[in-house]
C-alpha cells in the first residue's frame, strides 16, 4: 500500500512571504499521480496542484508551485507571496493510475498566515 | 455548473443507530468516491461508484454500505453506529472513473454518534 508522509504538523508564514510544505510518498508503481489538497475552516476540499509522474516539469498553478522529485519520492509545495485566504489545512495526496484511484491523503500540514 | 452537493451537513444519531448519507455529484459525473476524515485516522477511503457499480473499496467494516442509482447520485449507509463512526463523510465526483478524472469534493456531512 502506497503511503502519504507530511512531517510538519504545522507551518507559520507572514503575508507576502513564501513557505514550502513537504510531502514524501512510498510506492512501487511507476505511474501515479500527487496532488496537494487545501481544505479551509469551511471544510470544503479544494484541489491546489495536481503532478503527473511521468511529467519531469514541476507544476505550477499561479502562485503554487510543487518540487516533485520522482527518485527521492518527494513532493513538495511551495506558496509565494502568501495571502491571509491560504491560511488551511494542506493536505499531500497519492492516487494511482493503475489500479484502485482512491486518494491516500497525509495527515495534513495546518498553514498559519500572519499579517 | 452546480458543485457536489451532500446532506444533510449535520446529523446526530444515537449509538446503534443507522445512518443515510446522499451525495448528488457534479451534472454528467459518473463516478462518486466516499471519504473519512477523523481526527485520529485522517482521511480514509471508503469506496468507490461508478455507473451504479462498486469499483472499488477501503478497509473499513461490512457496517458501512453504499449504492449508486441511475441518476448518478450516491447514498452511504452506516448502521449500528458507534462513536467512533463520529467524523466528517467527503463525497467527492469525478466525470469517469480512472487516475485521470479530476475530483471535486462535497462540502461533506458532519456526523455526531452520542
Request: with cysteine; hydrophobic share 30%; glycine share 6%.
Amino acid at each position: 500500500a502506497q503511503t502519504v508522509t507530511q512531517s510538519q504538523p504545522e507551518m507559520s508564514v507572514q503575508e507576502a512571504e513564501t513557505v514550502t510544505l513537504s510531502c514524501t510518498y512510498d510506492t512501487s508503481e511507476s505511474d501515479y499521480y500527487l496532488f496537494w489538497y487545501k481544505q479551509p475552516p469551511s471544510r470544503q476540499m479544494i484541489l491546489v496542484i495536481r503532478q503527473e509522474a511521468y511529467k519531469q516539469q514541476n507544476a505550477t498553478e499561479n502562485r503554487f508551485s510543487v518540487n516533485f522529485q520522482k527518485a527521492a519520492k518527494s513532493f513538495s509545495l511551495k506558496i509565494s507571496d502568501s495571502q491571509l485566504g491560504d491560511a488551511a489545512m494542506y493536505f499531500c495526496a497519492y492516487r494511482s493510475a493503475t489500479s484502485g484511484y482512491a486518494l491516500n491523503f497525509g495527515k495534513g500540514t495546518s498553514l498559519l498566515v500572519t499579517p | 455548473k452546480a458543485g457536489v452537493t451532500q446532506t444533510p451537513r449535520y446529523l446526530i444519531k444515537t449509538r446503534g443507530q443507522q445512518v443515510t448519507l446522499s451525495c448528488s455529484p457534479i451534472s454528467g459525473h459518473r463516478s462518486v468516491s466516499w471519504y473519512q476524515q477523523t481526527p485520529g485516522q485522517g482521511l480514509q477511503f471508503l469506496f468507490e461508484y461508478f455507473s451504479e457499480t462498486q469499483r472499488n473499496k477501503g478497509n473499513f467494516p461490512g457496517r458501512f454500505s453504499g449504492r449508486q442509482f441511475s441518476n448518478s447520485r450516491s447514498e452511504m449507509n452506516v448502521s449500528t453506529l458507534e462513536l467512533g463512526d463520529s467524523a466528517l463523510y467527503l463525497c467527492a465526483s469525478s466525470l469517469v472513473q480512472g487516475a485521470r478524472s479530476e475530483q471535486y469534493f462535497g462540502p461533506g456531512t458532519r456526523l455526531t454518534v452520542t
